[in-house]
Structure formats: C-alpha cells, structure tokens
C-alpha cells in the first residue's frame, strides 16, 4: 500500500503552483523525513517536514481548512485550538509554501485523497503518475520539434509556414508577432559570426561621453535568459533562423552545438559554460553550465535551390527535424482559377498557375530536379495584382530561369536563334513585342501549354470545388483579389494540421 511519503516521491520536479494557479515553487527532493523545495523568485531552498503535509491534508477532509483558501487560514485553525501542530517551530512563515504543495497533491488526483491521507494508498496512483506524465509531454509537444529546418524550392511557403506555426504555438495575432519577447530572429549570411550569435564586447558610448568597452548579448542568448527566467511557466522562446545555409552554421552555433541534443522532456542533455560574460548577464555563477530548457526553440529555413551556400555537415542536421515543402504543396490554395495566386496573364491567355507548371514540367522533363523548379507562391500577391502580373512573370519569372537556372543549358525552354539563344535583354524585347509565349520553344498558342500539362494535372484530382482552369474562366481583374474574406477563409484554411498548409510569398 502506497503512502503519502510514496506519492511526493512521485511528484518530485514538479512545479508548484500557488492557489490562484501561478508557479511560484518546485519539489526538488523527497528524503525519509523532509522534502526539499526550491523558491522560484530568489532560487532559494525550504527544507519541510513531510509530517506537517500529512497535517493539512488530514485537517482539509475533516473540513477544518480549504486549501484552496488563503494559507493565512489555514494557520489560523492550528494557532486558535485546531490542534497546534508539533511541528510549528519548524515551519513558521512558511504557510504558503506548505498549502500549496498540500493542494497540489489534491488537484493532482483530487478524488482519492482520502486515500492519501486516512487509509494511506491512493487506489489509483498509478493514473496520477501517467496524468503528471501527460502533462509533462502535452507542455514539450506543444513546442516540439525542438529543432525544425522547414526546406524546399524558392516559392513554396517556407517563411509564411513558419509564421502560421509561430502563431499557432504562442497564441498570438500578427501584429503580436512583431513585438512579442518570446521571439528572436535572425536572418543567415556569409558574414555572421558566432559572436553575433552568442554576443561580444562592443565599443560604445557612456552617459559621460566617454569611450568604453560592454559585453552585447546576441539574440541566442537574449532569447535564452528569458526562457530560462520562465521556464517554471513553461511559456515557449523560439528563435528563428531564416536562409539558415546562408551562413557557416558548425561556426555560428560553435559551443551552442553541444546544448542541441535533447532528452525526452526537451532538455538539452549535455551542458557547456559559455563564459563568465554570458553567465553574468544570465545572471548565474561564473561556473554555471548552460543548457537549452524545454520551453526553448529553434526553428529555421532553408532554400534548397541556393547557390555557393554553405553545407549543413551530417552531425548538425542529425539534430534537426525536417520538413519538406514541394512546389505542388498548397495546391488546394494557389490551383483555383482567377483567386489571388492565380490570375490571368496578360499578353498569352493563361492563368499563371498554368504558366509556372508547364515551365516545371520542362525542367522536369529536361533533368533538372525539384529543387530548381518554382514553387505556386514564387510571386507574391502583390506582384499578382492585374497591374503588375505582366512584368512580374517577364523580369522576375523569365529573369530567374534565363540567368540563374537555365544559365549554361537556356534552349532547355527557351527558343534558339543560330543554334544560340538570346540574352535576357532581348528576351524581354521579343516578350514586349509577342507576349510571354514567343520565347518559349515550339509553344505558340495557350492550348498547346494546357494540353501539355493536362496529364500532370489530372493526377492531383478534382480541386477547387469541381472547377477546372478554361478560357472561360474569369480575368484576375474580374476577380476579387483584395477581397478581405478570401484572405480569411486562406488564414482558415492554412492553420488546419500541424504545420498549415503554406500560402505565403517565399
């Protein structure tokens, strides 16, 4: 028969909170005749007999004390003829304390804690422990994965993906995005260093106007003390790293590299002492080994179609979760004639969806595989506007497969003149003057493209309510592009699964 000595044992690391449910304390130890409770404001620790718990509890069944109530009552009923408790010289002042592990014991399995206190056993503790275990994981799977590279082709929602997770995780509106604390972000290049990660010392200027040297965290370790500061509260820090293999990330995590192994709660396993100056403005010992808690993140981007970018090596993306985004990703959103992702283009008679499939089909047929092909949000909304669709296809469409995809193998798509095709100058010359369609080789009219990829199509299934992309659908300026409930019901859509569905321009 298990006793209440048994079920503190059981609760030991947990974080306790007070009647009005904020977490102010954490069982740290169970010894034969005391439990040992750390104070979360000031890290200090309380050594209590286990005697006095048994006490509390044994008066709340017989309806003496609510534990629920404030404490300073509780004390009341042991100083005014409740039976002073022996062990009232041992636990003076410590009132809080003592109600709020003794509650917390109650609401942990509230219906058998007469069991715990009378007969000794909780019939079911067994189904108190799995309950503190589940509570344990729904905290970590809330921010989990710990480590998340979302990657794929230019165009396919990466970033946007990003912010619907984000939003969905902390419970924030976009504009709380912008200026909440639980977030850091920094963007990859050649030049970041782990300096600017971790922090360094930077010259700056004193109230004096004198010239002197201060230690300048980076957003690493800003991030990281503030979730070490709540991490009784469990309240989720993600930092963002975007276009992370844009920089040398072995150099820019340095020491940082060792925290990224995780236990099952989320916890880094290993630790390392960073420095005297990041342990000062940690506000910990100057020995102190720093560690990522479970309510710390890093989520990151990559495009995986960049150039002269630097390689992630295989020890560093073993501690990363992936997730893939394909350039037919989001279909269901961007492959709906005349919406915001999908108007009509001027000057060839089709829907730019149309457009960017046939040109992936190509490549695809030409061997050149995912990574380089375009993804359904390679042009964002505003560039899709009646006004400006045109020349957002002609300079930023054309100009990316003529000088960076297709720079040394351009008749892939593209027609030859004299066995050489042209620059992207003349390109956009010979667009001007016959539309989009007269550069592309053997493809004079709009209904040699859609039958082209018709059988590419078909095998995605019915979408769109039944509507399939015709002459006769509607122009993108006959549409409601701006329309303000056809970007809600997009929002709707996205924040449904894990990650959304990615309808964002990256």
Excluded at 99 to 116: F, G, K, M, P, R
Aim: charged fraction near 30%; hydrophobic fraction near 35%; aromatic fraction near 10%.
């Amino acid at each position: 028969m298990l006793k209440l000595e048994q079920v503190l044992e059981q609760l030991v690391n947990s974080f306790i909170p007070n009647r009005k449910g904020k977490v102010l304390y954490r069982l740290l130890d169970v010894q034969w005749d005391r439990v040992i409770i750390q104070r979360l404001n000031d890290k200090s620790f309380v050594m209590l007999p286990k005697g006095i718990f048994k006490e509390y509890l044994t008066a709340h069944e017989a309806g003496y004390i609510d534990l629920k109530g404030k404490s300073t009552v509780c004390r009341e009923y042991f100083n005014h003829g409740g039976g002073n408790s022996k062990w009232d010289k041992f636990t003076h002042g410590q009132d809080a304390i003592i109600t709020s592990l003794a509650n917390y014991v109650l609401s942990c399995n509230d219906q058998h804690s007469e069991n715990i206190t009378s007969s000794g056993p909780p019939n079911n503790l067994r189904d108190l422990v799995k309950g503190q275990n589940a509570l344990k994981a729904s905290k970590v799977n809330k921010f989990s994965p710990f480590q998340l590279l979302l990657q794929g082709p230019p165009g396919t929602g990466k970033s946007y993906t990003l912010k619907q997770k984000l939003k969905t995780t902390l419970n924030l509106t976009d504009t709380e995005l912008e200026t909440t604390q639980q977030i850091e972000r920094i963007v990859g290049h050649p030049e970041l260093t782990s300096a600017d990660f971790i922090g360094h010392y930077r010259p700056i200027t004193n109230k004096d106007k004198e010239l002197e040297y201060k230690f300048i965290p980076g957003p690493f370790t800003r991030l990281l003390k503030r979730a070490l500061d709540s991490e009784a509260e469990n309240a989720p820090h993600i930092l963002i790293i975007e276009e992370l293999n844009r920089t040398n990330a072995a150099a820019l995590f340095a020491e940082v590299f060792q925290l990224l192994d995780r236990d099952d709660e989320g916890r880094s396993e290993y630790s390392t002492n960073l420095g005297q100056d990041v342990n000062g403005y940690l506000e910990k010992s100057e020995d102190f080994k720093a560690y990522l808690p479970a309510n710390f993140a890093i989520w990151a981007t990559m495009n995986t179609a960049d150039q002269g970018v630097f390689p992630l090596d295989t020890a560093f993306k073993r501690r990363w979760s992936f997730k893939y985004l394909g350039v037919d990703d989001g279909r269901d959103e961007w492959w709906v004639a005349g919406n915001q992702w999908n108007p009509k283009v001027p000057g060839c008679e089709l829907y730019w969806q149309e457009l960017r499939v046939f040109i992936n089909q190509k490549l695809g047929e030409s061997g050149f595989d995912e990574d380089r092909q375009l993804g359904g949000f390679f042009l964002s909304k505003a560039e899709l506007k009646a006004d400006r669709v045109k020349e957002s296809v002609m300079t930023k469409v054309i100009g990316y497969l003529r000088d960076d995809v297709l720079r040394y193998e351009p008749h892939v798509l593209f027609k030859s003149e004299k066995d050489k095709v042209r620059g992207f100058g003349a390109l956009l010359r010979e667009m001007e003057k016959n539309g989009i369609l007269s550069v592309f080789k053997d493809l004079p009219r709009a209904d040699t493209v859609r039958h082209s990829i018709k059988e590419y199509v078909d095998a995605w299934g019915t979408l769109s309510s039944g509507d399939e992309l015709s002459e006769d659908e509607p122009s993108s300026d006959e549409s409601s592009s701006d329309d303000d409930s056809s970007e809600e019901s997009t929002l709707t859509t996205t924040e449904q699964g894990e990650l959304g569905q990615p309808t964002g321009d990256t």
